[in-house]
């Protein structure tokens, strides 16, 4: 059943994702041409102009939010989904390898942050059944599910976001030109 609402959870994450990009795409489009307008039609073509950077600036805030949510999700994908017969907790087999999760992970976090994340979950050394990792969870907030008014997010793309929990749980994130997404700079 938790398999079941996670794979719901991340679809209608990837759905918002799709959405948020799609959006963002056709706003690109339609700017080219408001860019020429000003000097056709004057100061009419002004006020487009001041409510487009509202609506980019929101979505860039759902973006950011989006970005710790799927990070949350693959972590809990790669620490918190297999087991060994006996219940020990598991590295997921498809990744295999400490190092193969830590490179899965600068997707979607800085190298600090990542590092922190492995140290947390890999202890003991590998076993028969796979890699033994931490069953506590290395989030002690989450993301999924909370709605964008629940959160205090602060900040803009340029500068990074913050973005604060109701329980005083800090994500940083930072947009990666390289990577074309936010990832997570910190978690306090």
Same mark, same amino acid.
């Given at each position: 059943?938790?398999?079941?609402?996670?794979?719901?959870?991340?679809?209608?994450?990837?759905?918002?994702?799709?959405?948020?990009?799609?959006?963002?795409?056709?706003?690109?489009?339609?700017?080219?041409?408001?860019?020429? =307008?000003? =000097?056709?039609?004057?100061? =009419?073509?002004?006020?487009?102009?001041?409510?487009?950077?509202?609506?980019?600036?929101?979505?860039?805030?759902?973006?950011?939010?989006?970005?710790?949510?799927?990070?949350?999700?693959?972590?809990?994908?790669?620490?918190?989904?297999?087991?060994?017969?006996?219940? &020990?907790?598991?590295?997921?087999?498809?990744?295999?390898?400490?190092?193969?999760?830590?490179?899965?992970?600068?997707?979607?976090?800085?190298?600090?942050?990542?590092?922190?994340?492995?140290?947390?979950?890999?202890?003991?050394?590998? &076993?028969?059944?796979?890699? $033994?990792?931490?069953?506590?969870?290395?989030? &002690?907030?989450? $993301?999924?599910?909370?709605?964008?008014?629940?959160?205090?997010?602060?900040?803009?793309?340029?500068?990074?976001?913050?973005?604060? &929990?109701?329980?005083? $749980?800090?994500?940083?994130?930072?947009?990666?030109?390289?990577?074309?997404?936010?990832? $997570?700079?910190?978690?306090?």
């Amino acid at each position: 059943m938790m398999k079941k609402a996670a794979i719901g959870l991340f679809a209608l994450t990837m759905a918002i994702l799709a959405a948020g990009c799609s959006n963002g795409g056709g706003e690109a489009t339609e700017a080219a041409p408001a860019a020429e =307008a000003p =000097a056709a039609e004057g100061a =009419a073509s002004e006020q487009p102009a001041e409510e487009a950077p509202a609506e980019d600036a929101e979505l860039e805030r759902q973006k950011a939010v989006n970005a710790i949510a799927i990070a949350e999700d693959k972590v809990n994908t790669l620490f918190h989904h297999d087991a060994a017969e006996d219940g &020990t907790p598991l590295l997921n087999a498809t990744t295999g390898t400490p190092e193969a999760a830590k490179e899965l992970l600068l997707g979607y976090f800085e190298p600090a942050v990542a590092d922190r994340i492995i140290a947390h979950y890999i202890s003991a050394p590998a &076993t028969d059944a796979g890699v $033994v990792v931490n069953a506590e969870p290395f989030f &002690t907030s989450s $993301v999924v599910g909370v709605a964008p008014a629940d959160l205090t997010i602060e900040g803009s793309k340029a500068d990074g976001f913050a973005v604060t &929990t109701k329980d005083n $749980v800090k994500y940083t994130l930072k947009w990666s030109e390289e990577q074309g997404r936010y990832l $997570v700079a910190n978690m306090e």
